[in-house]
């Protein structure tokens, strides 16, 4: 489950990706109401299997079972905040009719180990999640040469830029008037490693704050860009983080795009 | 509604549509079959649902003190001195207090939050009446707030948003609290409710019964 909202009197209206057929749209018929099999296993985040009537208009769902309810996520504030932007995330990629399952099994074994996972390694997670899901659909970030002239990288501080898609070598820096972020050798570095290690190598990653930021802020910016739009779970995953103290503080400046610098980086 | 359709229906009728259609949980066939309904009905009736839905616009107001819709700040409750006004039930929307109201187990205030924190559609605290609720418990006497959002997701997020920024108040909050319904059947409770149904079990009454005695 993705995304719900109320309809009518009592029913719901729910978004659910689904691994065989991407997005869906059904209606549960009175799952506002206490009394209701259907109301419990409903809800965000749930992982559920669901057995659904099509008709002539929107599809009812006529049974559900929960199959993993995230009760660890629902329990603590910052990986609720945290597992809402991954659902939103996947919900952004994913279209209907369309076989979804790479990004369904990427979301349900994120969501699960989130459940478990501590704060401090908690946004490492998220960034491998977002290459991941990048990866999956085919728009991951061009890393190891230059997005423009395609010539290999040299070891020290170069710029990202997501119109290109990736990192700029100092000789194509100038060439377009793109929004540029500076991308210091240990942020390509970390990008690279979070982009092609399995989860279990990448928990062990130490990151500093200023290069977690950095990579925050690079990989919003080319998820900006890819999806034309923002993802709005970001606000409250900020807001948890800023004005609750959860974790670590947020990725400084302003929100990608208006936040990039222009022009050459020093 | 699609041109052809349009173009077919007088002009009144159709703008009569357009503004049903735009109610919550009104889709095209609904729309259409009330628009014929009213058009079907005496011209006294019609007026008088014409007057109630200007009155509602032209009289009602929010009650200042609980957010609440009323016709007078402060409403009949937050002026009622009979009330325990050491307690604040929060609650999403004005028809969740008339719900707890229905009760009869309730004499405290309430505050509505008139919404509840959705970050998927990009709601936060900001758009609620969250600011109104702190201002509000560093005036009033309250010794306990609690939280009556509804017991899914995002309303348990709302109370978890709401506990973490009244912590440092120093107030007691409680939640609602949640298992199952009555009427319900344990085959078909999902697993959060019966979880949260064996966290919360009490004593049968013949047992306390028998210890006190």
């Known amino acids: 489950m993705v995304r719900m909202s109320d309809l009518g009197e009592a029913d719901r209206l729910l978004v659910l990706l689904t691994p065989g057929r991407g997005l869906m749209r059904a209606t549960a018929r009175s799952a506002r109401k206490p009394g209701s099999k259907l109301g419990g296993h409903l809800d965000l985040l749930c992982h559920v299997s669901i057995s659904i009537s099509t008709g002539r208009g929107l599809d009812t769902v006529s049974q559900a079972d929960t199959l993993e309810g995230f009760r660890g ?26 076989a979804s399952h790479g990004p369904f099994r990427l979301l ?123 993802v709005k779970s970001t606000g409250f995953l900020d807001e948890v983080r800023k004005r609750l103290g959860v974790a670590e503080a947020a990725p400084e400046g302003d929100p990608p795009g208006d936040g990039a610098r222009t022009g050459p980086q020093g | 509604m699609d041109g052809h359709r349009a173009a077919s229906l007088a002009p009144p009728v159709a703008r009569l549509i357009e503004a049903f259609r735009k109610l919550p949980g009104v889709g095209p066939k609904s729309a259409q079959r009330l628009a014929y309904h009213l058009i079907r009905m005496p011209r006294a ?45 929060v609650v999403e929307e004005p028809l969740d207090s008339m719900a707890i109201e229905r009760t009869r187990s309730y004499d405290g205030l309430y505050h509505v939050l008139h919404g509840v924190i959705s970050p998927v559609n990009g709601i936060g605290a900001d758009d609620l009446k969250v600011r109104e609720l702190l201002e509000r418990l560093r ?72 210890q006190s005695l």
């Open chain 2, 139 to 210: 005036d009033e006497s309250v010794t306990e707030v609690i939280l009556a959002t509804n017991p899914n997701l995002e309303g348990e997020a709302t109370a978890m948003y709401l506990q973490r920024l009244l912590k440092p108040l120093g107030i007691a909050v409680s939640r609602l609290a949640r298992g199952l319904s009555s009427g319900a059947d344990l085959e078909y409770a999902d697993e959060s409710t019966l979880a949260h149904a064996l966290q919360g079990r009490t004593r049968s009454a013949d047992q306390d019964a028998s």
């Open chain 1, 108 to 230: 349900v074994d994120t969501l699960r180990t989130l459940e478990k996972l501590p704060a401090d390694a908690a946004d490492s997670l998220l960034r491998w999640y977002e290459l991941r899901m990048l990866g999956q659909h085919g728009f991951a970030p061009q890393l190891q040469r230059c997005v423009d002239c395609e010539s290999a990288l040299e070891q020290k501080d170069h710029v990202y830029s997501a119109a290109r898609g990736g990192i700029v070598c100092p000789n194509c820096r100038t060439r377009g008037d793109d929004p540029l972020l500076p991308a210091p050798v240990t942020v390509i570095k970390i990008l690279r490693f979070l982009g092609r290690a399995t989860w279990p190598e990448a928990i062990g990653l130490k990151v500093g704050d200023d290069d977690r930021r950095m990579v925050e802020r690079v990989l919003r910016s080319h998820l900006h860009y890819v999806l034309d739009r923002d």
């Open chain 1, 73 to 98: 996520l629902r329990d603590d504030l910052g990986r609720l905040s945290r597992g809402l932007y991954l659902a939103e995330l996947a919900e952004r990629f994913a279209v209907e009719e369309a």
């Open chain 2, 45 to 89: 009736e019609a007026e008088s649902l014409a007057e109630a839905i200007l009155a509602v616009k032209d009289r009602i107001v929010l009650c200042q003190v609980c957010q609440n819709i009323t016709e007078s700040t402060p409403c009949p409750i937050c002026s009622d001195q009979s009330r325990d006004r050491t307690r604040i039930c």
